[in-house]
């Protein structure tokens, strides 16, 4: 299996500007997490979908932050204006079930200048 | 509330056993878990122990837990300069994971 995918790796983009993370969850899996981690924050859960549904968008830090699953493959995180203090790296997450184990993505690295 | 506490840095020579501590804080937690995160990299699961044990060992990995005191270790032995890295612990709840803050751990010469 290739483990959660995760795209791009990199991003650096200006203040203002729409940012669209993707994740593709491991195949089979039926739930899936966005975190942000940052020095000052450590790792924070965002969002996380089961069954394609989000279930808790709690930690969304405001209107500027959206995510959507579309299909069992697939969910993007999209930022939009994005702001400096948005500049973090994302991980995404799968796991078979709400409760199960989970396995992280390499992450996004976004610089928002 | 939903704290899982950890030191911020452990430093050890290499050879050393290598203990990184961690306290969680509800008990009904099912599964505890490990990761670890190398730089530039995302979090990879090391270990995990279900809550109705006490001891794991997984080659040069140990864990222990102790639910009466809500306190989970990962002891790294014989600690080489790869496990140089951030380790998380984190608490299974109802329906998500509760992380720690990590644990940086730097292993010298």
């Known amino acids: 299996d290739a483990g959660v995918i995760q795209s791009p790796r990199h991003e650096v983009t200006e203040m203002g500007q729409e940012v669209t993370l993707r994740c593709k969850p491991i195949s089979g899996h039926n739930s899936l997490f966005w975190y942000r981690q940052t020095m000052m924050r450590g790792l924070e859960l965002l969002i996380y979908f089961n069954n394609n549904v989000p279930i808790d968008d709690s930690g969304m830090p405001e209107d500027r932050f959206s995510a959507k699953m579309p299909n069992a493959s697939f969910s993007t995180l999209k930022i939009q204006p994005s702001e400096p203090r948005d500049s973090a790296v994302y991980f995404c997450?799968?796991?078979?079930?709400?409760?199960?184990?989970?396995?992280f993505g390499p992450g996004t690295r976004l610089l928002v200048l | 509330g939903e704290d899982v506490e950890q030191s911020l840095f452990l430093s050890v020579r290499e050879g050393d056993s290598s203990v990184i501590n961690c306290t969680y804080t509800d008990s009904s937690s099912t599964y505890l878990y490990w990761y670890k995160q190398e730089p530039g990299a995302g979090l990879q699961l090391l270990t995990y122990i279900f809550s109705n044990m006490d001891m794991k060992q997984d080659q040069r990995l140990t864990v222990l837990l102790n639910k009466k005191d809500k306190h989970l270790s990962l002891r790294i032995a014989d600690t080489q300069t790869g496990d140089s890295a951030i380790y998380f612990c984190?608490?299974?709840?109802?329906?998500?994971?509760?992380f720690g803050t990590g644990t940086r751990l730097q292993v010298f010469p």
């Open positions: 997450a799968s796991s078979s079930s709400r409760k199960e184990t989970q396995y």
């Open positions: 984190a608490e299974n709840l109802t329906d998500k994971l509760i």
